[in-house]
């Protein structure tokens, strides 16, 4: 038997060097004859132009070539115009942007903090503030202007999967069963401080506004950007401290749950209102607006979910729905970006009403997760960082603003959630502490800050100063729950099997 298949093998070497020979001699005499037919247009016309001097340049520099190194400098120009490419560039982009995220995501880890904040650390780096300045020749050839709006097209793609699985796991259900106090205490975490941003715009509007802004656009975004919550990193902290299974980390998600939900219907409105104008076409987009959320949830959402029922076998989902759910996705995002409320809306009311399903839920999330988060995610922050310039702050006492937007950030989001909470029955330490958990602002503020910032609402300043905000109020979520368990030390986490209820899973951010 060996031996019989020892003569195969060998009879097919043969045959395989027969083969390349005859072709390849094939080849040969093709090309050899196409020598002798007469070169075409344009060619031939700059063959016969001074071809007697041409054929003495040519032999003169071939007699050289074998002298000297200068054969090389073909090459490398091929090398150097192959990397000056769109593509190329975007190709070693990615890379370098994956790569330093990953790194500033480890070291975060190691001291303690979510690893979305080496993520826009890492952005930041990559901006002009750090790599810019120190080597701004390698960061202009790296990132040049014509290639930013690529990087933008590319950061809101994955942005729009983002909010999809944001929407997802947003489970209606448990919003339901606390709807009352998530309402109350989520309302009042977002009111507060959305008072205090359209107060600051007093004293804002005229330095931070672009031109054309109207005073009511800039001080709603402010207010919106004040009272946002990151619900993902949110969830990540809660699971990281082990409150997933407690009241406290339930209440938590469900109002960090209803805060998004709130906070972006308001921030439709706004955007709505900088991009129509005029009062009668802010009317009609919201009447736009009202009715195509109105069709999310009264017709797409229940055809979906007839859909799925068909479409699954053995309970596993058939990749026809996933493709139908990724179609719905790019339907609603583009939907919403032509009514005037901005494709990330879409995308995340998507997500929301997709059938509450867990396999599918699960299923969509598993085939998304990844990609949004290891890949696209990244390009975001680095688009976000190439934006911010902390140098601003050190011109027209732009530290002095920074210092007072953190600071109303922070009391509003804190105080408003602290009485809500106790007038809802909670105790101190947990009302604390769910200010202290509702003040993570993360990545959905960047996502905010990059919207106001692209519509021309706010200056590159303010931009600045924003973004400093969503890092520094993430920043101290950990220490602050850390001091408020220093302060009630006497008051103990309840125990997984004192509540039933639970967290569903939820997008991991790292």
Known sequence: MKKVRSSIVKRGLVYYFIMLVVFSASVYLVLNAGKSLPKHGWQQINSLHDSGSSEIISSNNQEEAGFSIEWLSGPIQNIKGNLSQPLSIALLQIIIIIALSRIFSFLMKQVGQPAVIGEILAGIFLGPSLLGTLFPETWAATFPLSSISNLHSISTIGLSLFM????????????????????????????????????????????????????????LFMGVSMSITAFPVLARIIQERGLSRTPLGVMAITCAATDDITAWCILAVVIAIAKAGDLSSVFFTLILASGYVYFMFKVARPTLLKISRKMKENGQIRRPFIALAILTLLSSAFIAEIIGIHALFGAFLAGVTMPQDVKIRETLRNKIEDVSLLMFLPIFFAYTGLKTQIGLLMTDGLWKVCALVIFCAVVGKVLGTLFAARLMGQSWKNSFSLGALMNTRGLMELVVVNIGYDLGIITSGMFVVLVLMAIATTLMTGPLLNLIEKIWPETSRTKASESKETIPPTLVVD
Do not use: C, E, W
Not at 176 to 203: C, D, E, M, W, Y
């Open 164 to 219: 999809f699985i944001i929407g997802i796991d947003l489970d209606v259900s448990m919003l339901n069963k606390r709807i009352k106090t998530a309402l109350f205490v989520s309302h009042a975490s977002i009111l507060f401080p959305f008072l205090l941003g359209t107060l600051l715009s007093f004293q804002l509007y005229s330095g931070f506004a672009q031109g054309g802004t109207s005073f009511l656009t800039f001080s």
